[in-house]
Protein backbone atom coordinates (compact mmCIF):
# COMPACT_ATOMS: atom_id res chain seq x y z
CA UNK A 1 0.00 0.00 0.00
CA UNK A 2 1.50 3.62 -0.69
CA UNK A 3 0.71 6.40 1.49
CA UNK A 4 0.40 9.78 0.99
CA UNK A 5 -0.07 12.29 2.91
CA UNK A 6 -1.48 15.75 1.93
CA UNK A 7 -1.36 19.02 3.59
CA UNK A 8 -5.14 19.83 3.08
CA UNK A 9 -8.12 18.86 2.12
CA UNK A 10 -7.79 19.91 -0.70
CA UNK A 11 -4.30 19.19 -1.89
CA UNK A 12 -5.67 15.58 -1.17
CA UNK A 13 -8.09 15.90 -3.70
CA UNK A 14 -6.04 17.03 -6.43
CA UNK A 15 -3.56 14.48 -5.79
CA UNK A 16 -6.08 11.94 -6.04
CA UNK A 17 -7.61 13.11 -9.06
CA UNK A 18 -4.33 13.58 -10.62
CA UNK A 19 -3.51 9.61 -9.99
CA UNK A 20 -7.03 8.52 -11.21
CA UNK A 21 -6.53 10.54 -14.07
CA UNK A 22 -3.54 9.09 -15.31
CA UNK A 23 -4.81 5.25 -14.30
CA UNK A 24 -8.11 6.05 -16.48
CA UNK A 25 -5.56 7.24 -19.18
CA UNK A 26 -3.46 4.14 -19.30
CA UNK A 27 -6.59 2.03 -19.28
CA UNK A 28 -7.86 4.01 -22.28
CA UNK A 29 -4.33 3.57 -24.16
CA UNK A 30 -3.93 -0.22 -23.21
CA UNK A 31 -7.41 -1.32 -23.84
CA UNK A 32 -9.65 1.20 -26.21
CA UNK A 33 -11.58 2.10 -22.37
CA UNK A 34 -11.68 2.10 -19.05
CA UNK A 35 -14.23 1.00 -16.42
CA UNK A 36 -14.40 3.13 -12.79
CA UNK A 37 -16.12 2.80 -9.39
CA UNK A 38 -17.29 6.11 -7.93
CA UNK A 39 -17.45 6.36 -3.80
CA UNK A 40 -19.40 9.24 -2.55
CA UNK A 41 -19.88 11.19 0.94
CA UNK A 42 -17.33 14.15 2.03
CA UNK A 43 -14.68 12.58 1.62
CA UNK A 44 -15.33 12.64 -2.06
CA UNK A 45 -15.97 16.18 -2.62
CA UNK A 46 -12.78 17.49 -3.72
CA UNK A 47 -11.11 14.40 -5.56
CA UNK A 48 -14.90 14.54 -7.69
CA UNK A 49 -14.07 18.16 -8.06
CA UNK A 50 -10.90 18.06 -9.62
CA UNK A 51 -11.50 14.85 -11.10
CA UNK A 52 -13.83 16.33 -13.22
CA UNK A 53 -11.42 18.97 -14.08
CA UNK A 54 -8.53 16.95 -14.92
CA UNK A 55 -7.62 17.39 -18.38
CA UNK A 56 -7.15 14.72 -21.52
CA UNK A 57 -9.29 11.86 -20.22
CA UNK A 58 -11.68 10.76 -22.90
CA UNK A 59 -14.58 10.23 -21.13
CA UNK A 60 -16.68 8.62 -24.06
CA UNK A 61 -14.31 5.86 -23.30
CA UNK A 62 -15.60 5.30 -19.41
CA UNK A 63 -18.36 3.32 -18.22
CA UNK A 64 -19.22 4.56 -14.23
CA UNK A 65 -20.30 2.10 -11.66
CA UNK A 66 -22.44 3.33 -8.56
CA UNK A 67 -20.59 2.12 -5.54
CA UNK A 68 -23.12 2.24 -2.96
CA UNK A 69 -26.92 3.89 -2.20
CA UNK A 70 -29.28 3.74 0.48
CA UNK A 71 -32.45 1.27 0.11
CA UNK A 72 -35.51 4.16 -0.01
CA UNK A 73 -33.75 7.76 -0.62
CA UNK A 74 -35.14 8.76 -3.79
CA UNK A 75 -33.23 11.01 -6.57
CA UNK A 76 -34.51 14.16 -4.59
CA UNK A 77 -33.07 13.71 -1.43
CA UNK A 78 -30.31 15.82 -0.41
CA UNK A 79 -28.59 13.00 1.41
CA UNK A 80 -29.26 10.45 -2.01
CA UNK A 81 -26.00 9.43 -3.89
CA UNK A 82 -27.95 9.68 -6.92
CA UNK A 83 -28.48 12.93 -6.82
CA UNK A 84 -24.67 13.70 -5.14
CA UNK A 85 -23.39 11.61 -8.09
CA UNK A 86 -25.04 13.23 -11.19
CA UNK A 87 -24.36 16.42 -9.97
CA UNK A 88 -21.04 15.83 -9.03
CA UNK A 89 -19.86 13.75 -11.52
CA UNK A 90 -21.92 12.11 -13.89
CA UNK A 91 -23.93 15.46 -15.12
CA UNK A 92 -20.22 16.87 -15.49
CA UNK A 93 -18.45 14.31 -17.84
CA UNK A 94 -19.91 12.82 -20.78
CA UNK A 95 -19.72 9.27 -20.06
CA UNK A 96 -20.18 6.42 -22.20
CA UNK A 97 -22.64 4.99 -19.07
CA UNK A 98 -23.25 5.25 -15.68
CA UNK A 99 -24.53 2.26 -14.21
CA UNK A 100 -26.63 3.78 -10.80
CA UNK A 101 -28.01 2.37 -8.05
CA UNK A 102 -31.52 3.20 -7.42
CA UNK A 103 -32.54 2.91 -4.04
CA UNK A 104 -36.36 3.29 -4.20
CA UNK A 105 -36.89 0.41 -6.83
CA UNK A 106 -36.54 -3.19 -5.42
CA UNK A 107 -33.49 -4.01 -3.54
CA UNK A 108 -32.94 -7.41 -4.78
CA UNK A 109 -33.71 -6.65 -8.57
CA UNK A 110 -31.43 -3.41 -8.13
CA UNK A 111 -28.54 -5.60 -6.49
CA UNK A 112 -29.62 -8.55 -9.44
CA UNK A 113 -29.14 -5.98 -12.32
CA UNK A 114 -26.09 -4.15 -10.81
CA UNK A 115 -24.20 -7.14 -10.16
CA UNK A 116 -24.84 -8.66 -14.12
CA UNK A 117 -23.50 -5.42 -15.56
CA UNK A 118 -20.32 -5.08 -13.40
CA UNK A 119 -19.59 -8.72 -13.18
CA UNK A 120 -19.62 -7.89 -17.21
CA UNK A 121 -16.18 -7.00 -17.17
CA UNK A 122 -13.03 -5.78 -14.78
CA UNK A 123 -12.53 -2.72 -13.33
CA UNK A 124 -9.70 -0.46 -13.67
CA UNK A 125 -9.99 1.69 -11.13
CA UNK A 126 -11.70 1.90 -7.50
CA UNK A 127 -11.97 5.45 -6.01
CA UNK A 128 -13.66 4.53 -2.13
CA UNK A 129 -13.63 6.58 0.99
CA UNK A 130 -12.96 5.04 4.53
CA UNK A 131 -16.07 5.45 7.21
CA UNK A 132 -15.73 6.82 10.98
CA UNK A 133 -16.68 3.21 11.76
CA UNK A 134 -13.89 2.14 9.22
CA UNK A 135 -16.47 0.51 6.35
CA UNK A 136 -15.64 0.38 3.12
CA UNK A 137 -18.46 1.09 0.85
CA UNK A 138 -21.19 0.20 3.22
CA UNK A 139 -19.97 -2.80 4.83
CA UNK A 140 -20.36 -1.91 8.28
CA UNK A 141 -18.16 -3.92 10.82
CA UNK A 142 -18.03 -7.06 11.12
CA UNK A 143 -18.02 -7.12 7.47
CA UNK A 144 -18.71 -9.60 4.94
CA UNK A 145 -14.65 -10.62 3.45
CA UNK A 146 -16.39 -14.05 2.04
CA UNK A 147 -19.08 -13.51 -0.46
CA UNK A 148 -18.43 -13.26 -3.98
CA UNK A 149 -21.63 -11.56 -5.10
CA UNK A 150 -21.25 -8.03 -6.33
CA UNK A 151 -23.33 -6.49 -4.63
CA UNK A 152 -25.01 -6.90 -1.50
CA UNK A 153 -28.08 -5.83 0.99
CA UNK A 154 -26.56 -4.63 4.47
CA UNK A 155 -27.87 -3.25 7.65
CA UNK A 156 -26.11 -0.06 8.35
CA UNK A 157 -24.94 -0.02 12.02
CA UNK A 158 -25.59 2.79 14.43
CA UNK A 159 -21.88 4.54 14.00
CA UNK A 160 -22.53 4.68 10.26
CA UNK A 161 -25.94 6.09 10.60
CA UNK A 162 -24.81 8.51 13.19
CA UNK A 163 -22.07 9.89 10.92
CA UNK A 164 -24.60 10.76 8.14
CA UNK A 165 -26.62 12.90 11.27
CA UNK A 166 -23.22 14.89 11.70
CA UNK A 167 -22.17 15.37 8.61
CA UNK A 168 -25.71 17.03 8.05
CA UNK A 169 -27.24 14.82 5.61
CA UNK A 170 -30.20 13.29 7.51
CA UNK A 171 -31.91 15.80 10.44
CA UNK A 172 -32.24 12.63 13.13
CA UNK A 173 -30.44 8.98 13.50
CA UNK A 174 -33.91 7.72 13.04
CA UNK A 175 -34.53 9.22 9.59
CA UNK A 176 -31.48 7.47 8.52
CA UNK A 177 -32.35 4.55 6.69
CA UNK A 178 -31.30 0.48 8.12
CA UNK A 179 -30.28 -0.76 5.23
CA UNK A 180 -28.37 -0.01 2.05
CA UNK A 181 -27.21 -1.82 -1.04
CA UNK A 182 -23.03 -1.78 -1.26
CA UNK A 183 -20.88 -3.01 -3.54
CA UNK A 184 -19.23 -6.24 -1.63
CA UNK A 185 -15.78 -6.33 -0.27
CA UNK A 186 -14.54 -8.60 -2.82
CA UNK A 187 -15.96 -7.12 -5.47
CA UNK A 188 -13.98 -3.56 -4.57
CA UNK A 189 -10.64 -6.22 -4.13
CA UNK A 190 -11.04 -6.83 -8.17
CA UNK A 191 -10.14 -3.52 -9.19
CA UNK A 192 -7.39 -3.24 -10.31
CA UNK A 193 -6.32 -0.26 -8.60
CA UNK A 194 -7.41 1.34 -5.70
CA UNK A 195 -7.60 5.25 -4.95
CA UNK A 196 -8.33 5.37 -1.14
CA UNK A 197 -9.12 8.97 -0.26
CA UNK A 198 -9.41 9.79 3.17
CA UNK A 199 -9.18 13.91 4.85
CA UNK A 200 -10.43 14.77 8.27
CA UNK A 201 -9.48 14.50 12.03
CA UNK A 202 -12.76 12.43 12.80
CA UNK A 203 -11.25 9.08 10.38
CA UNK A 204 -7.69 9.15 12.22
CA UNK A 205 -8.52 6.05 14.19
CA UNK A 206 -10.14 4.89 11.53
CA UNK A 207 -6.95 4.84 9.31
CA UNK A 208 -4.74 4.17 11.81
CA UNK A 209 -6.91 0.59 12.39
CA UNK A 210 -7.18 0.40 8.59
CA UNK A 211 -3.10 0.48 8.24
CA UNK A 212 -1.57 -0.59 11.30
CA UNK A 213 -4.02 -3.34 13.07
CA UNK A 214 -4.93 -6.63 11.58
CA UNK A 215 -7.04 -7.92 8.68
CA UNK A 216 -10.13 -8.32 10.35
CA UNK A 217 -13.75 -7.98 9.02
CA UNK A 218 -14.01 -5.87 12.43
CA UNK A 219 -11.78 -3.01 10.62
CA UNK A 220 -13.74 -3.27 7.04
CA UNK A 221 -10.81 -1.40 5.36
CA UNK A 222 -8.13 -3.20 6.56
CA UNK A 223 -8.58 -5.79 3.92
CA UNK A 224 -6.85 -2.99 1.75
CA UNK A 225 -3.66 -4.27 3.24
CA UNK A 226 -4.32 -7.19 0.93
CA UNK A 227 -4.78 -5.46 -2.07
CA UNK A 228 -1.50 -5.14 -4.46
CA UNK A 229 -2.18 -1.97 -6.03
CA UNK A 230 -4.48 0.68 -3.20
CA UNK A 231 -3.24 4.22 -2.90
CA UNK A 232 -4.26 5.71 0.33
CA UNK A 233 -4.72 9.48 -0.11
CA UNK A 234 -5.22 11.27 3.36
CA UNK A 235 -4.84 15.20 4.75
CA UNK A 236 -2.74 16.15 7.60
CA UNK A 237 -5.38 15.45 10.07
CA UNK A 238 -6.45 12.20 9.28
CA UNK A 239 -2.61 10.68 9.74
CA UNK A 240 -2.85 12.25 13.16
CA UNK A 241 -2.60 8.57 15.30
CA UNK A 242 -0.35 6.94 12.56
CA UNK A 243 3.21 5.61 14.30
CA UNK A 244 6.49 6.80 12.99
CA UNK A 245 7.25 4.09 10.94
CA UNK A 246 3.95 3.81 9.05
CA UNK A 247 4.76 7.86 8.42
CA UNK A 248 8.56 7.56 7.72
CA UNK A 249 7.15 5.41 4.42
CA UNK A 250 4.63 8.08 3.03
CA UNK A 251 5.12 10.47 0.15
CA UNK A 252 4.33 14.14 1.08
CA UNK A 253 1.59 15.71 -1.27
C1 LIG B 1 -19.93 6.59 2.86
C2 LIG B 1 -20.39 6.15 1.48
C3 LIG B 1 -19.26 5.54 0.67
C4 LIG B 1 -17.94 6.12 1.07
C5 LIG B 1 -17.67 5.89 2.54
C6 LIG B 1 -16.74 6.85 3.18
O1 LIG B 1 -20.87 6.55 3.85
N1 LIG B 1 -21.48 5.25 1.58
O2 LIG B 1 -19.54 5.69 -0.70
O3 LIG B 1 -16.87 5.53 0.35
O4 LIG B 1 -18.83 5.81 3.28
O5 LIG B 1 -17.14 8.13 2.91
P1 LIG B 1 -17.54 9.26 3.94
O6 LIG B 1 -16.99 8.87 5.25
O7 LIG B 1 -16.93 10.47 3.37
O8 LIG B 1 -19.03 9.36 3.98
Not at 65 to 84: N, T, W
Not at 159 to 182: H, N, T, Y
Request: charged fraction near 20%; proline fraction near 5%; glycine fraction near 6%.
Amino acid sequence: MLLSVADNRDRMGKYSARKAAECLKAAIAAKGSARLIVATGSSQFEVLSHLVAEPGIDWSKVDGFHLDEYIGVAMDHPASFCGYLKQRFVDRVPLRSFHFLDGTQDAQTVVRVASEQIASGGVDLAMVGIGENSHLAFNDPPANFETEDPYIIVALDEACRMQQVGEGWFPSLDAVPKQAISMSIRQILKAEKIICSVPDERKAVAVRNSIQGHVTPQVPASILQRHPNVELVIDRAASKLLNDNTLSKANSV
